[in-house]
């Protein structure tokens, strides 16, 4: 019999709780910060259940680096708003 794969949800916790020590070492605000981290890693799990990683870390960073760079494009988005926006009053 070959061994059972866990599911990517199931996958996903355990790395979370193996990180758990790391998380206790950091201060308050930063354990929320690292929730938070996790919790966007979360949103991206049929993609990892379709990576089928090794190393499901891979996944778990590249599914938070994902919502950091939408978080990022928006913000600069909304900065060429806000440029235009000046450059029209300034006219």
């Known amino acids: 019999m070959g061994?059972?794969?866990l599911p990517y949800r199931q996958v996903l916790e355990r790395e979370y709780n193996e990180w758990k020590k790391?998380?206790?070492g950091l201060r308050k605000e930063d354990q929320k910060a690292f929730d938070r981290l996790f919790d966007l890693a979360r949103l991206h799990v049929q993609a990892g259940v379709y990576a089928s990683?090794?190393?499901?870390?891979?996944?778990?960073?590249?599914?938070?680096l994902l919502e950091h760079h939408k978080a990022l494009e928006e913000l600069r988005a909304k900065c060429k708003?806000?440029?235009?926006?000046?450059?029209?009053?300034?006219?």
């Open 22 to 24: 790391f998380r206790r």
């Open 81 to 91: 708003r806000m440029e235009a926006a000046d450059r029209e009053k300034g006219e």
């Open 53 to 64: 990683s090794p190393w499901p870390l891979e996944a778990i960073l590249i599914s938070i």
């Open 3 to 5: 061994r059972t794969v």
